[in-house]
């Protein structure tokens, strides 16, 4: 019994997840990043500390956007109308996901900096390596995922 639960809970949370990865733009931004920082990060050559403040930081942002977005479902639910304290939680919540955003591009600089990871993943870009072509290539589908055309809508 307990298992079945579980399960339906893990059910509940995708659903969530999906339905905000159906409805938001900036989610989908934010899991573009994701990828792109992880290419990057692979090319890199980066460590196993590096990569977990990195992992931190995703999940930082991901876990804001989700909130932002549950907390903009609610005051829809109460109202339509204006509402100033309403306005208010929605723009605190997405001030939330702005300092995370920042906090993590900051982090992330300091990592691909400190390592000396930049100097790799440029070299590596410049190349024509199977992984840059890769990266480069994926461009085109990422700005199509981030419109949201297609099943994404």
Do not use: Q
Not at 6 to 34: D, K, M, Q
Not at 114 to 136: D, E, F, N, Q
Request: charged letters at 15%; hydrophobic letters at 50%; one cysteine or more.
């Amino acid at each position: 019994m307990w298992l079945y639960k579980l399960g339906r809970s893990f059910r509940y949370a995708g659903r969530g997840f999906a339905h905000v990865l159906r409805r938001e733009r900036n989610l989908r931004i934010h899991l573009t990043a994701v990828f792109y920082v992880s290419w990057a990060g692979i090319l890199g050559r980066l460590g196993g500390a590096e990569w977990a403040l990195l992992w931190i930081c995703f999940a930082m942002v991901i876990g804001a956007e989700l909130f932002n977005t549950a907390i903009e479902t609610l005051g829809n639910a109460v109202t339509r109308e204006k509402n100033e304290t309403v306005g208010k939680a929605k723009d605190v919540a997405a001030g939330a996901v702005l300092v995370c955003a920042v906090g993590s591009v900051g982090a992330a600089a300091g990592i691909f900096g400190c390592t000396g990871a930049w100097k790799t993943v440029l070299r590596s870009l410049g190349s024509s390596t199977p992984l840059s072509v890769i990266a480069i290539a994926t461009v085109p589908a990422a700005i199509l995922f981030i419109r949201g055309r297609g099943t994404w809508k």
